[in-house]
Nanobody, 116 residues
Framework: QVQLVESGGGLVQAGGSLRLSCAASRSSFNINFMAWYRQAPGKQRELVASVTTGGIVNYVDSVKGRFTISRDNAKNTVNLQMYSLKPEDTAVYYC??????????WGQGTQVTVSS
């Protein structure tokens, strides 16, 4: 069983920065696709950023230019560097991983709160 361990959430003022990290518990785990989702209270979970094994990245429009996703294929980790945070970025952020066999794994979620 593979577990995803997230870290890096917290409380920050608007305009501040945070870095989220997610590591798979098994280094030999074959990962195809990695991403970060978020879910704000009363809203649906949305895809924030994703990165393929080949390094192709995508971002939701609301975070383009402010967030950067990166991954380390050797360590099976994915990070989300967030700059210029806004109150509307407040949400629980979830790490998402899809293996090469199509199996999906979610992290436990980490709270990001941006105060105005």
């Amino acid at each position: 069983q593979v577990q995803l361990v997230e870290s890096g959430g917290g409380l920050v003022q608007a305009g501040g920065s945070l870095r989220l990290s997610c590591a798979a518990s098994r280094s030999s785990f074959n990962i195809n696709f990695m991403a970060w989702y978020r879910q704000a209270p009363g809203k649906q979970r949305e895809l924030v950023a994703s990165v393929t094994t080949g390094g192709i990245v995508n971002y939701v429009d609301s975070v383009k230019g402010r967030f950067t996703i990166s991954r380390d294929n050797a360590k099976n980790t994915v990070n989300l560097q967030m700059y210029s945070l806004k109150p509307e970025d407040t949400a629980v952020y979830y790490c998402y991983v899809r293996s090469t066999y199509g199996r999906i794994y979610w992290g436990q979620g980490t709270q990001v709160t941006v105060s105005s």
